[in-house]
């Protein structure tokens, strides 16, 4: 008598049956499993991360504040006094002539912080000019995500159109 588990017993064998489904799961089956779901995990990952990112990455709080409480300052201490938020465009072309290390110490940034300050047209596609002078100042952001502040102005002189965007931008 043949014991109850031996897989070459005629009655555990079907027709056409090998027996080799009686042996159970093989190291191959196991690793072939396993490779898949750790793929599949990786991939959901992946792809909830990539979801996220653009809500996590990159821009602080310090940088938003800072960029806010650095365009206030150019508004405030360069305006005319006529009309909210008009400047004065030889005040900002003198401003935006110093370096960017005496615009962090004029505004209080630190040192290792990144700052960029622009008259930019409405529509963000160029930088304006006055008297042949670029109103830009400090470090061009490249890909970076940034703390941004934007205000629309005026100028005593035609340096715009109608109105200019000043752009304050910290990473």
Not at 7 to 34: K, V
Not at 45 to 65: K, Y
Not at 69 to 95: C, F, G, K, W, Y
Request: charged fraction near 20%; proline fraction near 4%.
């Amino acid at each position: 008598m043949q014991p109850a588990g031996d897989i070459s017993s005629p009655r555990n064998q079907s027709a056409g049956d090998t027996g080799l489904g009686a042996r159970g799961q093989t190291l191959h089956d196991y690793s072939i499993g396993i490779g898949l779901f750790v793929l599949a995990v990786a991939a959901t990952l992946t792809a909830m991360f990539g979801l996220v990112d653009p809500l996590s990455v990159g821009v602080t709080s310090e940088d938003v504040s800072q960029s806010e409480r650095i365009s206030e300052s150019v508004v405030a201490n360069h305006s005319t006094a006529r009309q909210p938020n008009e400047l004065r465009a030889d005040r900002i072309e003198a401003t935006l002539d110093r370096s960017p290390d005496q615009l962090k110490s004029r505004w209080g940034v630190e040192s290792s912080t990144n700052l960029n300050v622009s008259v930019e047209t409405l529509d963000g596609s160029a930088v304006a000019s006055h008297g042949g002078t670029k109103l830009a100042a400090g470090s061009t952001p490249d890909q970076r995500k940034t703390g941004t502040a934007a205000r629309v102005v005026t100028f005593d002189e035609s340096v715009c159109d109608s109105a200019c965007r000043l752009v304050v931008r910290v990473w």
